[in-house]
């Protein structure tokens, strides 16, 4: 069974930096890539990038290039996404997702419990 | 950027009505179109992608069509677990962008 387990709320001042990390079973670390997204109170969601855990490799959506930093431990089968330099924009609830492979790009079939990041 | 747009923002209906959703995007996304309900305090949970095709354990009542830049959910005999808010969401685009969303409400 797909479980991505969260960490807890964090409330962090603005230009500081927080990281979050998603602990995940059922073998999803090793057969899927994992998005990261967040959702601003009463907004829609918005995605930030994805990692492919077992290799490492990460990609962000532009606007938080330069900004946030997705990682993978292959022991503890968890990975992290650091953001930076936050502003009051950033509050919001942080969701780790399981990518579902639909076409070129995916769709989310698995989301963690979510991660509310206040900023003040 | 492709931009997605649900109509209404809000919907009231009862239950055992049939209510429809509709999302346009900005350009073409081909079928690259998925739906999901979103309830209080809890992440979106995956109904429908590739616009059509029922997710696994969704239930039947659900269904979607459309292709290019319009899409709709339709949702049969709304039953009291389906007051929630729903949003599409377009994989046809690196970014994977959602619709602002429509709240189902009683």
């Known amino acids: 069974q797909v479980q991505l387990v969260q960490s807890g709320s964090e409330v962090r001042r603005p230009g500081s930096s927080v990281k979050v990390s998603c602990t995940t079973s059922g073998g999803t670390f090793e057969s899927h890539t994992l998005s990261w997204l967040r959702q601003a109170p009463g907004q829609r969601p918005e995605w930030v990038g994805y990692i492919i855990p077992v290799q490492g490799i990460s990609q962000v959506a532009q606007q938080f290039r330069g900004r946030v930093t997705l990682t993978a431990d292959r022991a503890t089968k968890t990975i992290y996404m650091d953001m930076r330099r936050l502003t009051f924009d950033d509050a919001g609830v942080y969701y780790c997702a399981r990518d579902q492979i639909s076409g070129f790009y995916t769709v989310f079939d698995s989301w963690g419990q979510g991660t509310l990041i206040s900023v003040s | 950027d492709i931009q997605m747009t649900q109509s209404p923002s809000t919907l009231s209906a009862s239950v055992g009505d049939r209510v429809t959703i509709t999302c346009r995007a900005s350009?073409?996304?081909?079928?690259?179109l998925a739906w999901y309900q979103q309830k209080p305090g809890k992440a979106p949970n995956l109904l429908i992608y590739?616009?059509?095709t029922l997710q696994n354990g969704a239930p039947s009542r659900f269904s979607g069509t459309g292709s290019g830049t319009e899409f709709s959910l339709t949702i049969d005999s709304l039953q009291p677990d389906d007051f929630a808010t729903y949003y599409c969401?377009?994989?046809?685009?690196?970014?994977?962008?959602f619709g602002q969303g429509t709240k189902v409400e009683v």
């Open positions: 590739e616009a059509s």
């Open positions: 350009q073409s996304v081909d079928n690259w």
């Open positions: 969401q377009e994989n046809k685009s690196f970014l994977r962008t």
